[in-house]
């Protein structure tokens, strides 16, 4: 297994057990995300935390699982299925995205998410 991959079966670990989030040990100092259609979130922790916060107005159990990984230097893609409940009704979202790495950490996130439940 891949430093890589293993980063991002731990942020989902942490995240369908409830753990809090290591913002710091998992994204770099200038992390951006780039979502198709939706407003730019601030470059780095920042804008990491309010991207992992997003998840916060979902209402457990929330299973976050890793469907697909595929890995090519220091990029990984991963097809991610998300099920939970929204506003007391079962929401289940597919999400593809292609996470950049620079020393063990995420530099970059290109995602696409369907349906959407954030602008």
Not at 17 to 23: E, F, K, L, N, V
Not at 25 to 47: N, S, Y
Not at 61 to 78: K, S, T, W
């Given at each position: 297994?891949?430093?890589?991959?293993?980063?991002?079966?731990?942020?989902?670990?942490?995240?369908?057990?409830?753990?809090?989030?290591?913002?710091?040990?998992?994204?770099?100092?200038?992390?951006?995300?780039?979502?198709?259609?939706?407003?730019?979130?601030?470059?780095?922790h920042?804008?990491?935390?309010?991207?992992?916060?997003?998840?916060?107005?979902?209402?457990?159990?929330?299973?976050?699982?890793?469907?697909d990984?595929?890995?090519?230097?220091?990029?990984?893609?991963?097809?991610?299925?998300l099920?939970?409940?929204?506003?007391?009704?079962?929401?289940?979202?597919?999400?593809?995205?292609?996470?950049?790495?620079?020393?063990?950490?995420?530099?970059?996130?290109?995602?696409?998410?369907?349906?959407?439940?954030?602008?």
């Amino acid at each position: 297994m891949s430093q890589q991959k293993d980063l991002l079966r731990e942020m989902a670990a942490a995240h369908n057990s409830g753990a809090p989030d290591r913002i710091s040990d998992w994204f770099t100092e200038d992390f951006r995300l780039h979502e198709p259609g939706k407003p730019a979130l601030p470059v780095g922790h920042e804008g990491a935390s309010q991207m992992r916060g997003r998840f916060k107005t979902l209402t457990p159990p929330i299973n976050l699982e890793i469907l697909d990984m595929i890995e090519e230097g220091d990029r990984v893609a991963v097809r991610w299925q998300l099920t939970a409940s929204y506003q007391g009704r079962p929401f289940e979202q597919s999400i593809m995205a292609i996470y950049r790495f620079e020393n063990g950490r995420i530099a970059e996130d290109w995602g696409i998410a369907r349906p959407s439940l954030w602008p």
